[in-house]
């Protein structure tokens, strides 16, 4: 590694560009991004694809055609903004799911069932997906700084829920009192 005149390493434009991009993907869901995005490309590519055997030539275009277009649009779209929206990446993914089913129907068995698979993957690798926690390493390199307050309306309802459950009134004669 080089170093500049005051002595400082010198980081190359790769190595800032591949932190860069690790740093990108570590903080949202990007394989399931990446899984979404890909599902869409077959399942808008085939219904328009000439396949030729020989002299004989196929082609796969359908009715439902423009509805292959839109559904692969769409997942296009929606593994964007589960790269960049990662906020609604349960809302993308569960969309997803959806468009990976109904492109069963409409569009060529789902991209011949490659579409349909990678969405199917993405969309749920998209629902699961949680925000990591901060390590220790972490927060090693913020200082002697406290560690940041939980906003209010985060995490489980009953953890700030402190109080211990009340005793059971012991009336003998409750309950006693029957309608005949």
């Known amino acids: 590694m080089s170093t500049d005149t005051k002595g400082q390493p010198v980081v190359s434009f790769f190595s800032r560009g591949r932190l860069a991009f690790r740093h990108f993907r570590w903080g949202r869901p990007f394989w399931a991004g990446l899984f979404v995005l890909t599902a869409g490309l077959p399942i808008a590519y085939f219904p328009y694809r000439n396949v030729t055997f020989g002299d004989l030539t196929v082609r796969m275009a359908t009715t ?3 509805g292959s277009l ?6 296009v779209l929606l593994g964007l903004t589960i790269w960049f929206q990662p906020h609604v990446r349960i809302f993308a993914g569960v969309a997803a799911i959806l468009l990976a089913l109904v492109s069963l129907i409409v569009s060529n068995f789902g991209g011949f069932f490659v579409g349909f698979l990678f969405g199917m ?22 200082g002697d700084r406290e560690p ?11 953890a700030g829920f402190d109080a211990v459950a009340p005793e059971r009134e012991r009336d003998p004669g409750k309950g006693k009192d029957r309608a005949d």
């Open 148 to 158: 940041p307050a939980r906003a209010s309306g985060t995490g489980s309802a009953l």
């Open 70 to 75: 839109v559904i692969g649009i769409l997942l």
């Open 121 to 142: 993957i993405g969309g749920a690798m998209s629902v699961a997906w949680l925000p990591g926690e901060q390590t220790a390493a972490e927060g090693r390199d913020a």
């Open 64 to 66: 439902a055609g423009a």
